[in-house]
């Protein structure tokens, strides 16, 4: 099947270097501490994060640190075949273990030591790249929730199909079985946390695919950034400041 | 106005400065292995200078974002908490207030029977010092055990601030060991705290 | 939560009491209602609802399957509904199961009528391609993303909502299949079938607190109730389902009244219901 035509163009018509259409909100779920609603084109994803409090499961309390937890669910309407389960398949589990170590790594956790962060993520629409948009979605929640971070976290996934590399794959992309890198960065810090990479791929492609992710995560992380401040002067100003 | 929010605006990773001119005050850190200032928090970048009789000349940057996470209690902090259980050695307590601020969810905290009061604190009876259902103010001693907060009461403007009375109505403090019902007129033993009058 | 102290419980009753409530509502008054229809394209029909704090997405997929053989020319309709950890941390892993069945039993209670599908609040003969074959099954899934109180109103308007926004395709069934194998039916991308909503009722729960009832009660007040009657009404003013929840006794008179209040509530709850759902519409097709 062809995924990248003639002119260059994909079955989106997006070009191959371009990232699909980013929308966020904050504030969302006002009984939260902090949330967050993140698109990447008709991926649509919503964190809540409610903490830091009293950790719930005393044996798990930590006496320096405070305790993260995630927890990844998809609503059954997400996907284009309707799931029968929407929590506690083996693949939910994983996505929830990867986003918390992701935030964990660079939430200031020592600065709220017996206590408890909840990060919670659900799905409202899946069409490829939902661990990105996760993390995004969770970055932003984070900073609503006004909990210390050393840096936000972005990510952006990248393939490579009919010799071309692909930023910000989508559903049908995705599944055409050809590689799928998801990167996740701490932009200023210069510094990657997360990578997974499915398939196979060539050492030299792989360096361009995973530049090109970068580069996406860098695009995401001055939307954000963008998002943020948007947000702060519209609080501010209702706040009469 | 405009310039003071675009320049000053910063979200978590910014840089706010080197160590050798700054240090970090709320919503800033230091990392060690670039000696450098950045920003933990959103919101907007504000530099208090040093006191002058202090050694440390730098002055404190601090991040002001517009929700602060929820309080969580600290050593050295007056926290509002309503006693929950008295037993013969020590009372606990939830903790309901941390300063000014109410938190999200409540925390658990102990009063010990050294910690009630500063003198002859080995005679000290808990159930003349608190009952369940008191209001008390009390100052976090430490992180305490795994299970709870470790308070004290031993200051005069610490202890019992509002309880019920037997009879159900609202005591009026007498002494710093006393209270009395108004309906009644009985008194009750109480570890009273002394609130400054208004 | 921290919980509320008697000062704020006192506080709560007070106000319901002299018809002024917490946030400056009469007793039998909704929140502000904001309808979105049309948020989950892949969907036959959805719809996003916000009730104050409280919001929920409801969607409806439509899919080929095979009636049940005690009732061939019926289709088929199935109500789930999920409580999603954001709206609460004690939802998460299976904390909200509980719930979830709870609001799907009584959801489907309200709107599917009878086993035999008698009453219902949908019309199922509709659903029928081939008697005995082939008919459309409904898959209503609700998801809760934020609670704060009256989280069944909330569902069933946003249910009514995405199922006046079901477009159902329009199904060619091949004449010449012998009669009893499964008959081919080409399903058409093209031409749409709205879906008849207006025998679909809305659902008004009253909470009692203390000595009165309230419409629209918020997770602070429904931290004081006594007990709970949700009532489920259609346009033309007849019942379709009750529930009481609620451990506390009611006279039988009270609840009498509370079904003419709900009637009462109802009238005004559709019709603010259905000009959002109209406006909500025609927002979508101005978009698309």
Redesign the interface.
Request: charged residues 30%; without cysteine; aromatic residues 6%.
């Given at each position: 099947m062809e995924f990248v035509n003639p002119e260059g163009l994909r079955l989106d018509g997006r070009r191959p270097m371009e990232m699909r259409q980013l929308r966020a909100e904050i504030g969302v779920v006002s009984k939260a501490d902090g949330s967050a609603v993140f698109e990447m084109g008709n991926t649509k994803v919503i964190a809540a994060v409610y903490g830091p409090r009293e950790v719930q499961n005393r044996s798990q309390q930590s006496n320096d640190q405070a305790l993260v937890r995630c927890e990844y669910s998809m609503a059954n309407f997400s996907t284009g075949d309707r799931m029968r389960k929407p929590k506690g398949d083996r693949r939910s589990t994983e996505i929830s273990m990867v986003i918390r170590q992701t935030m964990e790594a660079c939430i200031l956790t020592h600065l709220m030591p017996r206590s408890q962060i909840d990060i919670f993520v659900q799905v409202l629409q899946a069409d490829g790249g939902t661990r990105s948009a996760c993390i995004n979605a969770a970055t932003l929640a984070l900073a609503d929730a006004g909990i210390p971070m050393t840096d936000i976290v972005t990510s952006c996934s990248a393939g490579f199909l009919n010799g071309t590399p692909l930023l910000d794959l989508n559903y049908v992309e995705d599944s055409a079985g050809g590689p799928d890198v998801t990167v996740g960065i701490l932009p200023k810090l210069d510094k990657v946390t997360l990578l997974q990479m499915d398939s196979k791929l060539q050492m030299e492609t792989f360096e361009t695919v995973m530049q090109l992710a970068t580069e996406g995560c860098k695009a995401v992380a001055s939307y954000i950034r963008e998002v943020l401040l948007e947000n702060t002067k519209q609080l501010e100003s209702r706040r009469g400041v | 106005m405009k310039e003071r929010e675009e320049e000053n605006f910063v979200t978590p990773g910014d840089i706010l400065g080197k160590a050798l001119e700054l240090k970090p005050g709320y919503g800033a850190y230091f990392s060690s292995h670039d000696k450098t200032i950045y920003a933990s928090l959103t919101g907007f970048r504000s530099i208090t200078p040093a006191p002058i009789d202090s050694e440390d000349q730098r002055a404190t940057v601090e991040v002001k974002g517009h929700k602060a996470h929820g309080p969580v209690p600290e050593p050295g902090v007056v926290v509002t908490a309503r006693v929950t259980n008295v037993m013969a050695k020590m009372a606990s307590a939830d903790i309901v207030c941390v300063g000014p601020k109410s938190v999200k969810e409540k925390f658990t905290g102990i009063i010990r029977q050294q910690d009630v009061r500063a003198t002859e604190i080995d005679k000290v009876e808990m159930h003349s010092s608190f009952r369940p259902g008191d209001i008390v103010k009390a100052l976090v001693l430490s992180l305490g055990d795994a299970r709870a907060y470790y308070l004290s009461t031993a200051k005069n403007e610490l202890g019992v601030v509002s309880a019920k009375s037997a009879a159900g109505a609202t005591m009026v403090p007498l002494s710093w060991t006393e209270m009395q019902c108004p309906l009644t007129g009985q008194t009750e033993q109480r570890k009273v705290a002394k609130i400054d009058a208004v | 939560?921290?919980?509320l102290s008697l000062g704020e419980q006192t506080f709560i009753k007070g106000g319901i009491d002299q018809d002024l409530r917490t946030d400056g509502r009469k007793r039998l008054t909704y929140r502000p209602i904001f309808v979105e229809t049309g948020i989950?394209?892949?969907?036959s029909g959805?719809a996003r609802v916000k009730l104050g704090?409280t919001?929920v997405?409801a969607?409806v997929?439509a899919?080929l399957g095979k009636p049940n053989p005690s009732y061939p020319d019926k289709g088929k309709v199935s109500i789930?509904v999920?409580c999603?950890?954001?709206?609460?941390?004690s939802f998460?892993?299976?904390g909200g199961e509980e719930l979830s069945t709870e609001l799907s039993s009584a959801l489907e209670r309200c709107l599917l009528g009878g086993k035999s599908g008698a009453g219902a609040g949908i019309d199922l003969s509709s659903l029928c391609i081939v008697r005995g074959k082939v008919c459309w099954d409904l898959?209503i899934?609700g998801?809760v993303?934020?609670?704060?109180g009256n989280v069944l109103d909330a569902l069933g308007a946003a249910i009514k909502a995405a199922l006046s926004d079901t477009a159902i395709p329009k199904v060619q069934v091949s004449a010449n299949a012998p009669s009893d194998e499964q008959p081919e039916v080409d399903v058409s991308d093209e031409e749409f079938l709205q879906f008849d909503t207006s025998g679909v009722p809305v659902i008004v729960t009253l909470t009692k607190v203390g000595g009165h009832y309230i419409v629209d009660a918020t997770t602070e007040e429904e931290s004081q109730m006594s007990s709970a009657v949700s009532v489920s009404i259609n346009r033309l003013g007849r019942i379709c389902g009750l529930t009481k929840r609620g451990g506390a006794g009611l006279h039988p008179t009270v609840i009498l009244d509370m079904i003419s209040a709900a009637k009462h509530v109802s009238e005004q709850l559709m019709n603010k219901l259905d000009s959002e759902i109209a406006a909500a519409e025609a927002c979508d097709e101005m978009e698309s």
């Open positions: - | - | 939560m921290v919980g989950i394209p892949q969907a959805s704090a919001d997405i969607s997929k899919e789930y999920d999603s950890p954001t709206a609460e941390p998460e892993g299976r898959y899934d998801l993303v934020s609670s704060d």
